[in-house]
């Protein structure tokens, strides 16, 4: 059974860059056809997709975070990053890591759902504040 954990800074100032990986375990991230995501809640708000990387190495990004947001890999260790830039307040949210066998995803105004996962990290608080 595939497990993943996320693991990264709690706390992020205002304007620099959020980086977090996601371990995964029980099964290597190379394996079709898998998506491996990154989802956050913010307070009072729903589940939003952020983006995700392919088994073959492919990236896909939400709309609205583009211009932010990197995803990459290291296949040698078993994980992959997330790295959001110029954060403020509005990035403060609990951040999931997720596999999916989806790239089904649906986008309302700036707001993209996530697909339907199969296994997901428990999550970590991030706090966007100086």
């Known amino acids: 059974q595939v497990q993943l954990q996320e693991s990264g800074p709690g706390l992020v100032e205002p304007s620099q860059t959020l980086s977090l990986t996601c371990t995964v375990s029980?099964?290597?991230?190379?394996?079709?056809?898998?998506?491996w995501t990154w989802i956050r809640q913010a307070p009072g708000k729903r589940l939003e997709w952020m983006g995700a990387i392919s088994f073959s190495g492919r990236t896909y990004y939400s709309p609205a975070l583009k211009s932010r947001t990197s995803i990459s890999r290291n296949t040698s260790k078993n994980q992959f990053t997330l790295q959001l830039s110029s954060v403020t307040p509005g990035d403060t949210a609990i951040y999931y890591c997720?596999?999916?066998?989806?790239?089904?995803?649906?986008?309302?105004?700036?707001?993209?759902?996530?697909?339907?996962?199969?296994?997901r990290g428990q999550g970590t608080q991030v706090t966007v504040s100086s």
């Open positions: 997720a596999r999916s066998r989806s790239q089904s995803i649906t986008c309302s105004g700036n707001l993209c759902s996530p697909p339907p996962y199969d296994s």
């Open positions: 029980g099964g290597s991230i190379t394996i079709p056809f898998y998506y």
